[in-house]
Protein backbone atom coordinates (compact mmCIF):
# COMPACT_ATOMS: atom_id res chain seq x y z
CA UNK A 1 0.00 0.00 0.00
CA UNK A 2 1.07 3.76 -0.80
CA UNK A 3 -0.56 5.85 1.50
CA UNK A 4 -2.96 4.73 3.68
CA UNK A 5 -5.39 5.95 6.81
CA UNK A 6 -6.91 3.79 9.22
CA UNK A 7 -9.74 4.17 11.56
CA UNK A 8 -8.42 8.67 11.09
CA UNK A 9 -10.20 10.64 13.08
CA UNK A 10 -10.41 14.45 14.04
CA UNK A 11 -12.16 15.97 16.93
CA UNK A 12 -12.44 19.58 17.91
CA UNK A 13 -14.21 19.82 20.80
CA UNK A 14 -17.73 18.20 20.27
CA UNK A 15 -17.58 18.31 16.54
CA UNK A 16 -16.28 15.42 14.94
CA UNK A 17 -14.51 16.72 11.51
CA UNK A 18 -13.24 13.36 10.48
CA UNK A 19 -14.61 10.02 11.36
CA UNK A 20 -13.11 6.58 11.16
CA UNK A 21 -11.90 7.20 7.74
CA UNK A 22 -9.86 4.18 6.33
CA UNK A 23 -8.52 5.13 2.47
CA UNK A 24 -5.82 4.43 0.41
CA UNK A 25 -4.05 6.81 -1.72
CA UNK A 26 -3.25 4.59 -5.25
CA UNK A 27 0.50 5.59 -6.50
CA UNK A 28 1.17 7.49 -10.15
CA UNK A 29 -2.45 8.36 -10.11
CA UNK A 30 -5.14 10.83 -9.68
CA UNK A 31 -6.88 10.66 -6.49
CA UNK A 32 -9.62 12.91 -5.65
CA UNK A 33 -11.95 13.74 -2.19
CA UNK A 34 -15.23 15.19 -3.00
CA UNK A 35 -18.12 16.22 -0.72
CA UNK A 36 -20.33 19.10 0.48
CA UNK A 37 -18.91 21.99 2.32
CA UNK A 38 -17.67 21.32 5.92
CA UNK A 39 -17.18 17.44 5.20
CA UNK A 40 -13.99 17.24 6.65
CA UNK A 41 -11.86 17.53 3.12
CA UNK A 42 -9.17 20.07 4.24
CA UNK A 43 -8.84 18.79 7.73
CA UNK A 44 -8.37 15.19 6.26
CA UNK A 45 -5.31 16.95 3.73
CA UNK A 46 -4.29 18.56 7.48
CA UNK A 47 -3.85 15.21 9.08
CA UNK A 48 -1.96 13.55 6.78
CA UNK A 49 0.40 16.43 6.02
CA UNK A 50 1.22 16.67 10.01
CA UNK A 51 -0.58 20.28 10.53
CA UNK A 52 -3.11 18.73 12.67
CA UNK A 53 -2.58 15.68 15.04
CA UNK A 54 -5.10 12.96 14.73
CA UNK A 55 -7.29 12.58 17.53
CA UNK A 56 -7.59 8.24 16.52
CA UNK A 57 -6.00 6.44 13.84
CA UNK A 58 -2.80 6.22 11.54
CA UNK A 59 -1.44 7.61 8.48
CA UNK A 60 0.65 4.83 6.78
CA UNK A 61 3.57 5.65 3.94
CA UNK A 62 5.32 3.20 1.85
CA UNK A 63 4.81 0.99 5.36
CA UNK A 64 5.94 4.10 7.72
CA UNK A 65 4.01 5.24 10.32
CA UNK A 66 3.70 8.69 9.84
CA UNK A 67 0.77 10.08 12.22
CA UNK A 68 2.95 11.81 14.74
CA UNK A 69 6.02 13.14 12.56
CA UNK A 70 5.49 17.48 12.03
CA UNK A 71 4.81 18.55 9.17
CA UNK A 72 8.25 19.86 7.90
CA UNK A 73 8.87 16.29 8.41
CA UNK A 74 6.47 14.83 6.70
CA UNK A 75 7.35 17.12 3.92
CA UNK A 76 10.80 16.08 3.73
CA UNK A 77 9.83 12.39 3.01
CA UNK A 78 8.03 13.84 -0.11
CA UNK A 79 4.67 14.63 0.72
CA UNK A 80 4.07 17.91 -0.11
CA UNK A 81 0.43 20.16 -0.50
CA UNK A 82 -1.18 23.64 -1.37
CA UNK A 83 -3.81 25.44 0.50
CA UNK A 84 -7.34 26.77 -0.34
CA UNK A 85 -5.84 30.15 -0.24
CA UNK A 86 -1.91 29.97 -0.56
CA UNK A 87 -0.34 32.72 1.09
CA UNK A 88 2.28 34.28 -1.36
CA UNK A 89 4.91 37.41 -0.65
CA UNK A 90 2.07 39.61 -2.64
CA UNK A 91 5.12 42.03 -2.79
CA UNK A 92 8.13 39.81 -3.86
CA UNK A 93 8.79 38.27 -7.16
CA UNK A 94 7.50 34.86 -8.37
CA UNK A 95 11.04 33.11 -8.51
CA UNK A 96 11.69 34.82 -5.16
CA UNK A 97 8.31 33.17 -3.77
CA UNK A 98 9.30 29.39 -5.47
CA UNK A 99 13.00 29.19 -3.77
CA UNK A 100 11.21 29.27 -0.83
CA UNK A 101 10.05 25.33 -1.25
CA UNK A 102 13.36 24.13 -1.87
CA UNK A 103 14.97 25.51 1.73
CA UNK A 104 13.68 22.62 2.51
CA UNK A 105 15.97 20.80 1.41
CA UNK A 106 18.74 22.96 1.81
CA UNK A 107 21.17 22.75 5.15
CA UNK A 108 22.29 26.96 5.74
CA UNK A 109 21.62 28.37 8.91
CA UNK A 110 22.30 31.42 10.65
CA UNK A 111 25.92 31.87 10.68
CA UNK A 112 26.06 31.04 6.50
CA UNK A 113 23.73 33.76 5.89
CA UNK A 114 25.88 36.11 8.22
CA UNK A 115 29.03 34.93 6.03
CA UNK A 116 27.68 34.48 2.75
CA UNK A 117 29.55 31.08 3.25
CA UNK A 118 30.16 28.89 0.16
CA UNK A 119 27.55 26.49 1.13
CA UNK A 120 24.93 29.45 1.09
CA UNK A 121 26.06 30.38 -2.56
CA UNK A 122 25.75 26.53 -3.45
CA UNK A 123 22.84 25.91 -1.81
CA UNK A 124 20.81 29.31 -3.17
CA UNK A 125 22.11 28.45 -6.39
CA UNK A 126 20.67 25.07 -5.78
CA UNK A 127 16.96 26.77 -5.21
CA UNK A 128 17.03 29.06 -7.79
CA UNK A 129 17.95 26.19 -10.55
CA UNK A 130 14.81 24.03 -8.89
CA UNK A 131 12.79 27.22 -8.76
CA UNK A 132 13.30 27.69 -12.76
CA UNK A 133 12.92 24.06 -13.23
CA UNK A 134 9.28 23.77 -11.82
CA UNK A 135 8.16 27.18 -12.76
CA UNK A 136 9.26 26.09 -16.38
CA UNK A 137 7.34 23.00 -15.65
CA UNK A 138 4.02 24.79 -14.55
CA UNK A 139 4.64 27.12 -17.41
CA UNK A 140 5.36 30.60 -15.99
CA UNK A 141 9.04 30.79 -17.20
CA UNK A 142 8.63 33.87 -19.03
CA UNK A 143 7.16 35.72 -16.11
CA UNK A 144 9.47 34.74 -12.76
CA UNK A 145 10.10 38.17 -12.37
CA UNK A 146 6.77 39.70 -11.88
CA UNK A 147 5.68 41.07 -8.03
CA UNK A 148 2.72 38.40 -7.10
CA UNK A 149 0.28 41.17 -6.89
CA UNK A 150 0.53 41.72 -10.44
CA UNK A 151 0.02 37.86 -11.82
CA UNK A 152 -3.52 36.79 -12.24
CA UNK A 153 -5.27 34.44 -9.94
CA UNK A 154 -4.60 31.45 -12.78
CA UNK A 155 -0.74 32.49 -12.57
CA UNK A 156 -1.11 32.25 -8.70
CA UNK A 157 -2.66 28.95 -8.99
CA UNK A 158 0.52 27.44 -10.82
CA UNK A 159 3.16 29.21 -8.60
CA UNK A 160 1.27 27.72 -5.92
CA UNK A 161 1.62 24.36 -7.86
CA UNK A 162 5.86 25.13 -8.56
CA UNK A 163 5.94 25.96 -4.93
CA UNK A 164 4.68 22.38 -3.84
CA UNK A 165 6.89 21.11 -6.69
CA UNK A 166 9.81 22.99 -5.70
CA UNK A 167 10.03 20.53 -2.05
CA UNK A 168 10.58 17.65 -4.36
CA UNK A 169 7.69 15.72 -3.65
CA UNK A 170 6.59 12.17 -4.92
CA UNK A 171 2.76 13.05 -3.69
CA UNK A 172 1.34 16.16 -3.96
CA UNK A 173 -2.12 17.29 -2.31
CA UNK A 174 -3.88 20.17 -3.83
CA UNK A 175 -6.54 21.70 -2.08
CA UNK A 176 -9.57 23.34 -4.33
CA UNK A 177 -6.36 23.71 -7.49
CA UNK A 178 -8.75 25.44 -9.73
CA UNK A 179 -11.08 27.26 -7.28
CA UNK A 180 -11.96 30.98 -8.57
CA UNK A 181 -10.69 30.49 -12.11
CA UNK A 182 -12.82 30.26 -15.51
CA UNK A 183 -13.54 27.06 -17.44
CA UNK A 184 -10.64 27.56 -20.22
CA UNK A 185 -8.18 28.03 -16.98
CA UNK A 186 -9.53 25.21 -14.88
CA UNK A 187 -9.03 23.37 -18.25
CA UNK A 188 -5.23 24.04 -18.23
CA UNK A 189 -5.37 23.82 -14.71
CA UNK A 190 -6.42 20.15 -14.87
CA UNK A 191 -3.84 19.63 -18.02
CA UNK A 192 -0.99 20.27 -15.20
CA UNK A 193 -1.99 18.02 -13.38
CA UNK A 194 -2.15 14.98 -15.38
CA UNK A 195 1.14 16.24 -16.46
CA UNK A 196 2.49 15.60 -12.96
CA UNK A 197 1.33 12.32 -13.38
CA UNK A 198 2.61 11.48 -16.73
CA UNK A 199 6.16 13.05 -14.98
CA UNK A 200 5.24 10.51 -11.82
CA UNK A 201 4.00 11.76 -9.34
CA UNK A 202 0.67 11.03 -7.18
CA UNK A 203 -1.82 13.27 -7.16
CA UNK A 204 -4.72 13.80 -4.78
CA UNK A 205 -7.13 16.42 -4.97
CA UNK A 206 -9.95 17.82 -3.19
CA UNK A 207 -12.49 19.87 -5.74
CA UNK A 208 -15.95 21.19 -6.11
CA UNK A 209 -15.61 21.58 -9.59
CA UNK A 210 -17.70 18.17 -10.44
CA UNK A 211 -16.86 17.67 -14.09
CA UNK A 212 -13.57 18.52 -13.69
CA UNK A 213 -13.10 15.67 -10.93
CA UNK A 214 -15.27 12.88 -12.84
CA UNK A 215 -13.03 13.47 -16.21
CA UNK A 216 -9.42 13.83 -14.33
CA UNK A 217 -9.53 11.26 -11.30
CA UNK A 218 -9.03 7.44 -11.29
CA UNK A 219 -10.16 6.92 -8.05
CA UNK A 220 -12.83 9.32 -6.22
CA UNK A 221 -13.50 9.31 -2.10
CA UNK A 222 -16.67 10.88 -1.08
CA UNK A 223 -16.90 12.19 2.42
CA UNK A 224 -20.40 13.39 4.34
CA UNK A 225 -20.08 15.00 7.31
CA UNK A 226 -16.45 13.71 8.16
CA UNK A 227 -17.31 10.09 7.27
CA UNK A 228 -16.68 8.51 4.09
CA UNK A 229 -19.78 7.40 2.58
CA UNK A 230 -17.97 6.16 -1.05
CA UNK A 231 -15.24 5.69 -2.58
CA UNK A 232 -14.44 4.06 -6.15
CA UNK A 233 -14.12 4.84 -10.10
CA UNK A 234 -15.99 8.03 -11.02
CA UNK A 235 -18.51 5.96 -12.72
CA UNK A 236 -19.25 3.86 -9.62
CA UNK A 237 -19.23 7.35 -7.90
CA UNK A 238 -21.75 8.99 -10.64
CA UNK A 239 -23.86 5.99 -10.07
CA UNK A 240 -23.73 5.35 -6.02
CA UNK A 241 -27.34 5.71 -4.24
CA UNK A 242 -25.72 7.29 -0.90
CA UNK A 243 -23.60 9.90 -3.02
CA UNK A 244 -26.62 10.98 -4.90
CA UNK A 245 -28.47 10.98 -2.09
CA UNK A 246 -26.05 12.95 0.56
CA UNK A 247 -23.94 14.82 -1.93
CA UNK A 248 -26.27 16.36 -4.38
CA UNK A 249 -29.55 15.80 -2.44
CA UNK A 250 -30.80 13.21 -5.42
CA UNK A 251 -30.07 14.72 -8.65
CA UNK A 252 -27.50 13.07 -10.86
CA UNK A 253 -23.95 14.02 -11.24
CA UNK A 254 -23.65 16.01 -14.22
N1 LIG B 1 -9.28 24.36 13.34
C1 LIG B 1 -10.58 24.05 13.50
N2 LIG B 1 -11.21 24.25 14.68
C2 LIG B 1 -12.52 23.94 14.83
N3 LIG B 1 -13.31 23.43 13.87
C3 LIG B 1 -12.73 23.23 12.66
C4 LIG B 1 -11.35 23.52 12.41
N4 LIG B 1 -11.06 23.20 11.11
C5 LIG B 1 -12.21 22.73 10.58
N5 LIG B 1 -13.20 22.74 11.50
C6 LIG B 1 -14.58 22.28 11.30
O1 LIG B 1 -14.50 20.93 10.84
C7 LIG B 1 -15.51 20.69 9.84
C8 LIG B 1 -14.82 20.22 8.57
O2 LIG B 1 -14.15 21.33 7.97
P1 LIG B 1 -13.25 21.21 6.67
O3 LIG B 1 -12.69 22.57 6.40
O4 LIG B 1 -12.31 20.09 6.81
O5 LIG B 1 -14.35 20.84 5.58
P2 LIG B 1 -14.22 20.84 3.99
O6 LIG B 1 -14.90 19.59 3.52
O7 LIG B 1 -12.82 21.04 3.58
O8 LIG B 1 -15.11 22.09 3.61
P3 LIG B 1 -15.02 23.10 2.31
O9 LIG B 1 -15.41 22.31 1.11
O10 LIG B 1 -16.05 24.15 2.65
O11 LIG B 1 -13.63 23.64 2.27
C9 LIG B 1 -16.29 21.98 9.67
O12 LIG B 1 -17.47 21.89 10.46
C10 LIG B 1 -15.34 23.04 10.21
O13 LIG B 1 -16.05 24.14 10.74
Do not use: W
Not at 126 to 138: I, N
Not at 159 to 186: K, Q, R, S, Y
Amino acid sequence: MYLETKQLTKKFGGLVAVNNVDFSIEKGKINAIIGPNGAGKSTFFNLISGFHPPTFGQVIFKGTDITTLPANQIAKLGISRTFQTTNLFEQATVLDNVMVGHRLRTESNLFDAIFRTKRLQREDKQCRDKAMEVLTFVGLQNITHKMITNISQEEKKRVAFALALATDPEIIFLDEPAAGVNPDETEGLAELMQKMVDYGLTVCLIEHKMQMVMKLAQKIMVLNYGEKIAEGTPDEIKNNEAVIKAYLGGSAIA
